[in-house]
């Protein structure tokens, strides 16, 4: 590395040690309107908004660079890991990046101002800073978007979302063959016991087609997660699926269901005791 490559990475230490100088009172900042979450999600976050921070405070060097062997980038892989075991929505990150964005701006500015910089190396400090804020919440979101792994890509294929202590909305999308039904059966059970709940939401609106194999699978499900002590409810068929199914003989009488997701939730948290195992 040149002289001039070693002076332009190390230009803005300053800036750099001042960011991770106020990453306790960002981190607390947060931390206060997440105090809902358990105490070991707490503790993970915390964590993680840290290096989150630091990650941001070193953008402003120019020789970290974005590629799959960048800081920014394995970054992001281990934040969508860790985001996924704590059953935590990747919509916390972002938001915390956003308030970051903002807050982090907030101290080069000050400390801008103390070293009385001029406007041109200010604007090239803001540019490092904003494209780093940017870098992050594209290769998170990317992360996000193409699993790092098949565990991961499982989960995201057959996503579980818990909306209360007791009830969890499992979204279903495209078409279900025998290979993703036994996804669906493994994923629906452990996920289910794991969250100690009592009712889940099968949103079937964006299923295309519900034949009799996909019926079949779908009620084997159902008794499975009877036996494990969890109310399965249907939501989302479609008028034209509706049709399709009565066609065809199926019939869900014993499953209780829902014209809309919202529709269920409203039911459900009023009056637990109506769906009877």
Known sequence: MSIKAVQDENKYLDFIKRIIESKSGLIQERANKDSSYSN??????RKWRGDSIEVLAHSLRQADTDTPQGTIEKWACSSVTLFKQLDVSLEVAISDLHCFRSAIGEVIKAEAIEKELSIETFYDLLSRFHSGVDRAIFRITIAYSHPLSDAISSELSIPIVKVTNSIAILPLIGDIDSTRAKDLMERALTKGSALGLQYLIIDLSGVSVVDTMVADQLFKVVAALKLAGIQAVLTGIRPEIAQTM?????????IPTFASLHTALIHLQKSKSTLRF
């Open 246 to 254: 009565v066609n065809l003989g199926i019939v869900i009488n014993h």
């Open 40 to 45: 070991i999600v707490n503790v993970s976050l």
